[in-house]
C-alpha cells in the first residue's frame, strides 16, 4: 500500500461541464503522475509532475491540465468534458523507478 | 515517445502449467525494463524489473528474460495458479527516466 488515494472513485458528468480528479499520497513521493485506462491502449501518460508547481505533459495531454500546490496532491482538470474522455483514470508515485498506483477513478462523460 | 507493445492481448492456461507473457519495445536505448499486474477493479502492481546490464531476473514464481538483441522481453510465471489471472503490463522509463510508457496489456485466464 504506497498511501495514495484517489476521489472521487467514480463520476458520470455531461459533455461540456469542468472535472476535477483529485490524487493524494501520505508517501512523499517527489514524482506523481496521471493516466488514463482505455481498452485497446493500455495505460496512458497525461501528465506528471516531478515537484510543487512542476509538471509536464505525457502523451495525451490535450483537453487536460493539472496542478501541484503541495507534494502530497496531484489534481486532473478537464475543463470542458468530452465524451472521449470517458476513461479510467490513475494516479501513480513513482520511487527508485518502480510506480505505486491508486485504486483508479472511473468518469463516464455523456 | 517509446513504443512498447504487448505480443497477444489474451492468453488462457491451465492451472499448473507455466506462462510466457512477451513484450516488444522500440528504444535500443532502454535500460530498465518493469512488469505490473492488474488485477479486476485495482491499480497496476509491480512484479518484477530488470536492468539491460542482466539477461535474466527471478523472482517467486516469475522470471523475467530479456533479449536486446531484438528488443524483446518476457515473463514467465511459473506453475499458473487461479490469483495469477490479471492483466499483465510491460513499462519502459521515457528518455527523462521520469516517464513510463506502458504496452497494451495481456489478459491471463488461469483454467482451473
Known amino acids: 500500500d504506497a498511501g495514495i488515494t484517489q476521489s472521487p472513485r467514480h463520476k458520470v458528468t455531461e459533455t461540456g461541464t469542468p472535472v476535477t480528479l483529485r490524487c493524494h499520497q501520505t508517501e512523499n513521493h517527489r514524482y506523481m503522475y496521471w493516466y488514463r485506462q482505455d481498452p485497446g491502449h493500455g495505460l496512458r501518460l497525461i501528465h506528471y509532475s516531478y515537484g510543487v508547481k512542476d509538471t509536464d505533459k505525457g502523451e495525451v495531454s490535450d483537453g487536460y491540465s493539472v496542478s501541484r500546490s503541495k507534494t502530497e496532491d496531484f489534481l486532473l482538470t478537464l475543463e470542458s468534458a468530452t465524451s472521449s474522455q470517458t476513461s479510467v483514470y490513475f494516479c501513480?508515485?513513482?520511487?527508485?523507478?518502480?510506480?505505486?498506483f491508486g485504486e483508479g477513478s472511473r468518469l463516464t462523460v455523456l | 515517445g517509446e513504443s512498447v507493445g504487448l505480443h497477444l492481448p489474451t492468453l488462457s492456461v491451465q492451472e499448473g502449467d507455466n506462462s510466457i507473457i512477451n513484450c516488444a519495445y522500440s528504444?535500443?536505448?532502454?535500460?530498465?525494463f518493469i512488469w505490473y499486474k492488474q488485477e479486476s477493479g485495482k491499480g497496476p502492481q509491480f512484479i518484477i524489473d530488470?536492468?539491460?546490464?542482466?539477461d535474466k531476473r527471478q523472482g517467486q514464481r516469475v522470471t523475467v528474460l530479456l533479449n536486446k538483441t531484438v528488443k524483446h522481453l518476457s515473463l514467465q510465471i511459473a506453475a499458473t495458479q487461479p490469483g495469477d489471472s490479471a492483466v499483465y503490463f510491460c513499462a519502459v522509463p521515457g528518455y527523462t527516466g521520469n516517464q513510463f510508457y506502458f504496452g497494451t496489456g495481456t489478459s491471463l485466464t488461469v483454467i482451473p
Open positions: 530488470i536492468r539491460s546490464n542482466m
Open positions: 528504444n535500443s536505448a532502454s535500460d530498465y
Open positions: 501513480a508515485t513513482s520511487v527508485g523507478g518502480e510506480l505505486f
